[in-house]
């Protein structure tokens, strides 16, 4: 009797760890699957609202988590990557700066509007050549790779630019939502590979839901964007550039992007416990370190958390301008995200 | 990789004292030309003789009129074609060159010096991917149908006949003050020794 006993605990004991995990893994795909479906319906149904009730929510906080995320993926000891960092932060300053001052280059007159398309394409070159940069010398810290065809491509898409500078910055504009979810792709590698390839199954539905939403909203008529913020969402994803295609889509498809943008980097990448411990500056290598500054950083993370107030204080006040200010800073994130992926491949 | 990145660097500084040298040639005296029309949608147009009617009649659907509205409303600099954009730029086109030479040299010399497998299988895949693009270009242009002119073939005829004709049309917006005019393509089959 005790052996039998013994046998059935061996045997369950051995199959509960498999069964919780692909009990785990359906409750992801159900997670994943729910958001998107819902994210899709939302910005179908009203996407202006909802684009402005998104970016009031988790444009901000969505800021936090990456700098929480950047920080903890700094090494305390750049060693062998040093050149790469080096080149990283010098990129990320001076595009941002070069960014930031367009807009106001142009407001004092220096150039003309008729100038704006080939600023953009001297901007967006600087851009791909900086990335071409990073590439190539993350691939010389790992003698099996061989990333010299990332030259041809990064040519390839400068030529483009030139030959369309603002379609360019808009293709922009619709991938870097999408750069999420390849950081969520190769942090589900390391931490959960289980969950992985029902990921990436997952993954499957998104081009079927905006192709989708291109098939219904596409023949739907323009949003009417007859006040100022309303004007600038149509904008910002494209009406002016493409006046044929229905605003609605458009506003639709980029605010879709952007919810899964935030929802990977406020719920999914901390779920799975890729930016550890919210509140713990003892998970960040430059804090945690002997000769380390984690009063520095604690310092760091406690002013960005007031900035993300300060920045909901600003939508409350003036929407139209802060969205404008906020969208023109944020590049500096945008462009933060092209180094540290680089790291995760 | 070094001799690679100073031939391209080379190349780089041959291509800028070209355009340097280009910069010094005056410009051409440009003479006054007629503006052109500009087309701004493609819709269809059906010729129906009636016996009965006493003035010509244009009828255009509700939907087509919405549409003309848009499409005149939206005649900005914006709805330029892709041509029309790159003629107004010749800076941006020859940038767009140079990086389309760079490109297409630094991929020949990736090529040349992929020695390892996986890099020819990532080459045959991307030549494959090419190909079919190419392929599939072939099959939706050869869908395309005949051109617009052999549907007006037969408009004498049918008229003749009392029959109507149907085929596409471009809404072209002229300068001037004229009447409306409608310009049907007639590719006239002149026989040997007709003037």
């Known amino acids: 009797m005790e052996r039998a ?21 359906k409750a992801f795909a159900a ?7 819902l994210s899709a319906a939302l910005a179908s149904w009203l996407p202006l609202q909802v684009s402005i009730v998104t ?6 906080p969505h800021n936090w988590f990456e700098l929480r995320y950047f920080l903890m993926r700094l090494p305390a000891r750049f060693g062998r990557s040093r050149n790469f960092f080096a080149v990283a932060f010098a990129g990320i300053f001076l595009l941002t700066i070069a960014y930031l001052s367009l807009p106001a280059l142009y407001y004092a007159n220096v150039w003309s509007g008729s100038n704006w398309p080939t600023a953009i394409a001297t901007w967006n070159t600087l851009l791909l050549l900086w990335i071409g940069t990073l590439v190539m010398l993350r691939g010389k810290q790992n003698s099996r790779r061989d990333w010299s065809w990332a030259l041809p491509v990064v040519f390839g898409l400068c030529a483009v630019n030139w030959l369309a500078p603002e379609l360019f910055s808009l293709a922009i504009v619709y991938a870097h939502p999408l750069v999420a979810l390849w950081f969520l792709d190769r942090h589900l590698r390391r931490t959960r590979p289980q969950w992985l390839s029902t990921y990436r199954r997952c993954l499957l ?5 905006i192709a989708g939403m291109l098939w219904q909203l596409g023949r739907t008529s323009s949003l009417a964007d007859d006040n100022g913020l309303f004007w600038r969402i149509t904008q910002h994803a494209g009406a002016d550039l493409l006046p044929n295609v229905s605003s609605h889509m458009l506003v639709s498809v980029h605010v879709f992007l952007e919810m899964l943008h935030y ?19 003892k998970t960040i290598p430059l804090a945690r370190r002997r000769s380390g500054f984690p009063k520095l950083i604690a310092a760091v993370l406690i002013v960005s958390v007031f900035v993300v107030a300060m920045l909901w204080l600003g939508f409350s006040v003036n929407y139209a301008a802060t969205r404008d200010l906020y969208f023109a800073v944020a590049i500096a994130h945008v462009l933060a995200e092209a180094p540290f992926l680089l790291r995760m491949i | 990789m070094k001799r690679t990145v100073v031939l391209g ?15 010094d040639i005056a410009r051409p005296k440009t003479t006054p030309t007629p503006q052109a029309g500009k087309i701004i949608f493609h819709t269809g147009l059906q010729i129906v003789p009636d016996a009965k009617a006493y003035e010509a009649r244009l009828q255009i659907s509700e939907a087509t009129l919405q549409r003309l509205r848009e499409a005149t409303a939206n005649t900005s600099s914006a709805n330029q074609s892709m041509t029309q954009r790159l003629m107004q730029s010749s800076t941006r086109t020859m940038v767009a060159g140079m990086f389309m030479f760079l490109a297409i040299s630094f991929a020949g010399v990736w090529f040349a ?6 890099s020819q299988k990532a080459v045959a895949a991307m030549v494959m991917v090419v190909g079919m693009l190419g392929a599939a270009t072939v099959i939706v242009r050869a869908n395309a149908g005949p051109p617009g002119y052999v549907y007006w073939q037969n408009l004498p005829q049918n008229l003749t006949k009392g029959k109507d004709t149907r085929g596409g049309l471009d809404i072209e917006i002229v300068s001037g003050d004229d009447n409306i005019k409608l310009i049907v393509p007639m590719k006239t089959t002149k026989k040997p020794g007709e003037e």
């Open chain 1, 5 to 25: 006993a013994n046998i059935s605990l061996a045997a369950w004991s051995d199959a509960r760890p498999g069964d919780r995990t692909r009990a785990s893994a």
């Open chain 1, 31 to 37: 997670m994943v699957v729910a958001s998107v479906c």
């Open chain 1, 55 to 60: 970016v009031f929510l988790f444009a901000g």
């Open chain 1, 205 to 209: 539905l998104l081009p079927l839901l």
């Open chain 1, 263 to 281: 929802a990977v980097w406020i719920i999914a990448l901390p779920l799975i416990g890729a930016t550890g411990a919210v509140w713990s500056v």
């Open chain 2, 9 to 23: 660097a080379a190349a780089l500084l041959l291509i800028a004292s070209a355009v340097y040298t280009f910069g």
């Open chain 2, 113 to 118: 010096r992929s020695s390892q497998r996986r």
